[in-house]
């Protein structure tokens, strides 16, 4: 039997895989060798080709462009089909609201609000490099009169976080620390509650907001009890457990006026959209 780490395939990409590695090494040493104002344009030249280097998603309300970096590229191909009650809840949006998208990664749900062309978005990320794709892909697709974009994640109250992330797998999913977890880097991260972006900040309420931040909803929950007694606010869809945590979550919006209208199951967790009772 012939192994494919034996194989003339396997050899061929590991030639290929060296050879890259030494064009790649030898383009780094040739830049960092060229004068200031001629290896600033040659950033400048790489970054506008990456911004161009999209995929298109078609979508209900027209295409999107994704830009190709790290695992973004499978986050664009299943944007409609990974999560569709998220894609429903979006569409049933009343014209001229406001959405916040709290855990927003590259922006795909973002980017699918942004498309109405009637709503206003704001998406907080506060890992750097999936930050710079979510600004990338807003750019990509000329939405920066609908999107805020801010480097920033939500809590209980303002402080500086850690921020389990490495800025080499963009696209993926991170996490705060609170768990002795194997070292794959570190990023201090700004956080601010919901309450504070609002009054100290002067942003408008969200009528929408989805939570996607698995271990530390219940803080940003708790970080926005002002804003929960908003009439304003009409509908919270948030990614919840059946843990404690869950339950404590689903209690206090319940306190604030919050039903469950919605609940769809995937991955040992659910989306549950909670609506303001009128």
């Known amino acids: ?14 030639r290929e895989e060296i050879y890259a590695k030494k064009e790649l090494a030898l383009l780094q040493y040739r830049l960092q060798n060229l004068p200031h104002e ?7 030249r790489a970054a506008q080709e990456l911004v161009e280097d999209t995929m298109v998603i078609d979508t209900p309300h ?17 944007m409609l089909t990974r999560q569709p009650a998220t894609i429903a809840w979006i569409d049933a949006f009343q ?23 009637d709503t206003s978005v704001v998406a907080f990320e506060p890992a750097a490099v999936n930050y710079f794709l979510l600004a990338a892909n807003c750019e990509a697709n000329k939405f920066d009169s609908r999107v805020q974009c801010l480097l920033v994640g939500l809590g209980r109250e303002r402080s500086i976080a850690r921020l389990e992330v490495s800025q080499f797998a963009a696209g993926k999913s991170f996490s705060f620390l609170g768990k002795e977890q194997p070292y794959q880097g570190r ?10 972006l609002i009054e100290d900040y002067g942003m408008a309420c969200p009528n929408y907001i989805k939570i996607d931040v ?7 929950i708790n970080g926005g009890e ?27 919006l319940g306190r604030y006026g919050f039903v ?16 303001r009772q009128t």
């Open 226 to 252: 002002r804003m929960l007694r908003r009439p304003e606010l009409r509908e919270i869809h948030i990614e919840l457990t059946t843990s404690k945590g869950g339950q404590r979550i689903a209690d206090t």
């Open 62 to 78: 027209g295409p999107l462009s994704v830009v190709l970096l790290g695992s973004s590229g499978g986050r664009a191909m299943t």
């Open 260 to 275: 469950v209208a919605a609940r769809n199951e995937h991955g040992g967790s659910g989306d549950v959209t909670f609506v």
């Open 95 to 117: 014209p001229n609201s406001v959405f916040w998208d709290v855990g927003a990664n590259i922006g795909v749900y973002t980017l699918y609000a942004a498309l109405r062309g």
């Open 1 to 14: 039997m012939t192994h494919l780490k034996d194989s003339p395939e396997h050899e061929r990409l590991h």
């Open 38 to 44: 001629s290896r600033a344009r040659m950033q400048g």
């Open 187 to 196: 990023q201090a991260a700004l956080v601010l509650s919901m309450d504070q």
């Open 214 to 220: 698995p271990g530390i909803s219940e803080d940003v």
